[in-house]
């Protein structure tokens, strides 16, 4: 710093000062302008986090809503499932118990009618007992029917998938259809070259006889051609016929219950129910075996079935018994419905066989304590009043019979928990409504 004489700093002096000053406000100046730059960017920032915080929670929030709606909807769908499945569960236990009284009385009544039928008769009488019998069998069939798809939709029935040979099955069905399609002047061939499949026997052989009763039904003309094919790894069945066809609106919609269509069988065929193409499906998919069709008006339909190849040789069917002569035979009949009681001693007599008819295990323990001869077989009931068994009656006469005593058990129930227990028992199962022919051939068999 230059002093003046005086003492006083000189102009020079002063300049320098105010530039240096200036310098250090310019410098002030940029440090706080940088500063609250700083302070604006922090706080923007600050700003903006707590945006998106309030945005994130919102979204959370909404999330969180979905979940509890979709949780409760869930929730809803569980219990409307477990609702329909108890609701199908009852329906089937229903059917099962309605089926069982209601095919009581077809059972009497075709066993009458059979009875009746091995009478002397006119011929007016015995046309009109063959439509009295027809009548009846279309009754049958439309109550087991509406059972199997009450079972089926109730996921009750269980396919036991085994070993199939196939020419024998398509063989054996073209024997049993043949007579009906030559009275229609029908050809019925069959083509399948050495192919086992997978499948449950059964519920196959079912499928295919609803397919090929189908064919015949809406064929006219012609013929119907089951085949089975090796297709892609696989097995495909084919039932072609040459018949009336379906017209396209209705291909989807003939596998509807109670759906005929617009063709017409002949006026000499009974009609049908409408319901064997539906089982069908419903057999189809409880095997997983595809189901197709195809089909031109007028010319004819093509129903094709997807089966897996099986690599197990198929077993040997067992051999068919030889049926023997029912005469002086003893038959125990334990029947607690008055009417099919009668009508089957009635069928057993005019087999030429000796018959007692009992209500209950206390009428036959009464008879026995009193002198009454054993019988030679048993016809039992499986139901009987007040929650008795017929199987109780077997037990009972074999614990007095120093021989063994064959039994044959009826009921209208197709329960797996019944047959196994009749299983069990020894004892031979046949369902209500009983075939006589069958009856009478099981009998004689078990006789020999």
Same mark, same amino acid.
């Given at each position: ?257 109670? !759906? +005929?269509?617009? @063709?017409?069988?002949?006026? $000499?065929? *009974?009609? =049908?129910?409408? &319901?064997?193409?539906?089982? #069908? ?76 008819? !009992? +209500?209950?295990? @206390?009428?036959?323990?009464? $008879?026995? *304590?009193? =002198?009454?001869? &054993?019988?030679?077989?048993? #016809? ?69």
């Amino acid at each position: 710093m230059t002093l003046h004489p005086s003492g006083l700093e000189t102009d020079a002096s002063l300049r320098r000062r105010i530039e240096k000053l200036e310098r250090i406000n310019a410098a002030l100046m940029s440090h706080v302008e940088r500063s609250m730059d700083q302070r604006g960017s922090a706080y923007s920032l600050f700003q903006t986090a707590i945006m998106l915080e309030g945005r994130v929670r919102t979204r959370t929030e909404e999330l969180t809503g979905l979940m509890h709606r979709l949780e409760r909807s869930n929730a809803a769908l569980a219990a409307a499932k477990e609702e329909a499945e108890t609701a199908n569960r009852s329906k089937t236990r229903f059917l099962a118990a309605a089926s069982h009284d209601l095919l009581q009385p077809v059972n009497a009544a075709r066993l009458s009618i059979s009875a009746l039928d091995d009478l002397p008769l006119p011929p007016e009488a015995r046309a009109i007992t063959g439509q009295v019998e027809r009548g009846l069998q279309t009754i049958e069939d439309l109550i087991k029917t509406l059972l199997d798809i009450s079972k089926l939709d109730a996921g009750i029935v269980r396919p036991q998938l085994q070993a199939v040979f196939l020419p024998d099955l398509l063989a054996e069905l073209a024997e049993r259809f043949k007579p009906f399609a030559e009275r229609k002047g029908l050809r019925l061939a069959v083509r399948c070259p050495q192919l086992t499949v997978t499948s449950d026997v059964m519920l196959l052989q079912r499928i295919l006889q609803n397919l090929v009763s189908n064919a015949i039904r809406y064929t006219a003309t012609g013929g119907i051609v089951l085949a089975g094919r090796r297709r892609a790894g696989g097995v495909r069945i084919d039932v072609t016929d040459t018949g009336c066809g379906i017209a396209a609106e209705e291909r989807d919609l003939v596998f509807e219950e109670f !759906f +005929r269509g617009g @063709a017409r069988t002949s006026s $000499a065929e *009974e009609p =049908g129910l409408g &319901l064997g193409l539906s089982i #069908v499906r419903r057999m189809a998919q409880a095997l997983d075996h595809p189901l197709t069709l195809a089909s031109r008006p007028d010319h004819g339909t093509r129903v094709t079935l997807g089966l897996p190849m099986s690599s197990v040789p198929a077993a040997t069917a067992p051999p068919v018994p030889v049926a023997t002569r029912l005469s002086g035979a003893h038959v125990l009949v334990v029947e607690n419905d008055a009417a099919t009681a009668d009508a089957m001693a009635r069928l057993l007599q005019n087999w030429d066989a000796r018959v007692s008819t !009992f +209500r209950d295990l @206390a009428g036959v323990r009464g $008879a026995v *304590e009193a =002198g009454a001869a &054993l019988p030679d077989i048993l #016809v039992l009931d499986y139901h009987l009043d007040d929650g008795a068994c017929g199987l109780d009656v077997a037990a009972y006469l074999r614990g007095r019979s120093a021989r063994p005593l064959p039994a044959i058990v009826t009921t209208a129930d197709h329960s797996e928990a019944i047959e196994a227990r009749v299983a069990e028992a020894g004892a031979e199962l046949v369902h209500k409504p009983v075939k006589p022919a069958q009856l009478r051939s099981l009998l004689t068999y078990m006789l020999a």
